[in-house]
């Protein structure tokens, strides 16, 4: 069993909620923000997606930008950021090493996307052209705050984010930080919209994880991240311990470029991983946040591994992207918070928009859970290409 990291602030903004209080409130009362297209400008409105519902200027009111260009994702990202340091005790790091570890795929393709055509002709938004890429977003939403003494970027599609919680904690592990805040930011593009469409895994109905009549993902937005630090750092600093990440897992099939392999042997490997680094039986885990995409494949494979895991005792199960929507790159460092919500308040949230058993498929939560004591949770994002993680966070028993 390996020493757990201790979580002292989390941030999210998502379809569901811009905040932790928004959050919970929504996963309590079982409401999606899944509707139809509002904020993106493209042709293809037969889709709903999950955005968040603040436009560009009003985040930009809220965090007091004026002028200096900037992108979607860099926007949710800061307003993520800002909720977890504030709880954190961390909006000052005089004296500290705090590293910076974001997750990203899309990065400021919104703003290529507005302005390719002025790039090709004149130079009146040249200012945009260095927001495009991935390391682009990290480094704005790092200059917001001037607190990171390092900042990287990780760009394995789907599992970012959870990988970026994993590189972070492996930083503090190294001794090469005290601090790591990770996680990631990914807003809606028509770049985005039209890569899934192509895949053909776009739902033109509410998505339904897990359900016989899954039809596949809506695709979402959002923004999340995690303070991650030792006891003592935490203790030092008079911050209060909210979760522990004490497990962690990753591995890839290299099954397919997009697919999930039929015997899940990626997530099975992930899970199985994460539980040995917790010290962890599959029976010690109380809840699965699952990927859950709501694509046949997906729900299928990911079905074969849980099942592999747990056999017979299955802990509650759900996938809340039929609330949020798949916020790809952000989904691990998203659905962690959820979790850490759920555990926090002593919730299982639903697995929103399922109504029919799948043959051979695991049987989701209906309905979100109240009461319920929750020690250990398992959350789970799966990549493009098979780049499979799990993380397991814990209760801090103080």
């Not at 009003?58 to 002028?67: A, P, R, V, Y």
């Not at 979607?72 to 800002?82: D, E, I, S, V």
């Amino acid at each position: 069993m390996t020493k757990p990291i201790m979580i002292t602030g989390v941030g999210i903004v998502s379809a569901i909620g811009n905040g932790k209080a928004e959050t919970l409130q929504a996963l309590r009362d079982e409401c999606t923000g899944i509707a139809p297209l509002h904020y993106l400008k493209t042709s293809h409105r037969e889709f709903p997606v999950g955005e968040v519902k603040l436009s560009d200027e009003e985040m930009k009111q809220q965090l007091g930008i004026t002028s200096e260009p900037t992108t979607r994702t860099a926007l949710m990202g800061m307003l993520a950021m800002q909720e977890a340091l504030e709880e954190a005790r961390l909006t000052t790091a005089e004296g500290l090493q705090v590293a910076l570890v974001s997750g990203t795929t899309v990065g400021g393709m919104d703003k290529s996307e507005q302005f390719y055509l002025d790039y090709l002709a004149n130079d009146s938004q040249n200012a945009y052209i260095k927001t495009h890429d991935c390391g682009a977003t990290t480094e704005m939403i790092a200059d917001r705050f001037g607190i990171f003494s390092m900042a990287t970027s990780i760009s394995t599609a789907c599992s970012s984010a959870a990988n970026a919680i994993i590189l972070g904690a492996n930083l503090i592990r190294a001794g090469l930080t005290e601090i790591a805040v990770v996680g990631g930011s990914e807003c809606i593009t028509k770049f985005h919209l039209n890569g899934f469409n192509s895949l053909m895994i776009l739902d033109h109905e509410q998505c339904r994880p897990f359900d016989a009549t899954r039809a596949g993902l809506n695709l979402g937005e959002g923004a999340s991240y995690l303070v991650l630090e030792t006891a003592e750092s935490a203790q030092r600093r008079g911050a209060t311990v909210i979760g522990e990440l004490s497990g962690y897992g990753n591995a890839c099939d290299a099954f397919h470029q997009t697919a999930s392999s039929d015997d899940g042997e990626g997530a099975f490997l992930a899970m199985k991983k994460a539980l040995a680094m917790a010290g962890l039986e599959p029976a010690s885990i109380d809840y699965v946040n699952a990927h859950g995409t709501g694509t046949p494949n997906n729900d299928v494979s990911e079905s074969t591994a849980l099942k592999r895991l747990f056999g017979e005792s299955m802990p509650f199960i759900s996938s809340t992207k039929g609330m949020t929507g798949h916020t790809t790159s952000a989904s691990g460092s998203v659905e962690a918070t959820i979790c850490l919500l759920a555990i926090q308040n002593g919730i299982v949230p639903s697995n929103y928009g399922w109504a029919n058993q799948m043959e051979d498929g695991i049987t989701p939560v209906a309905h979100c859970l109240s009461g319920q004591q929750l020690h250990h949770v398992m959350c789970n994002s799966f990549g493009f290409g098979g780049n499979d993680s799990s993380i397991i966070l814990s209760r801090h028993e103080a």
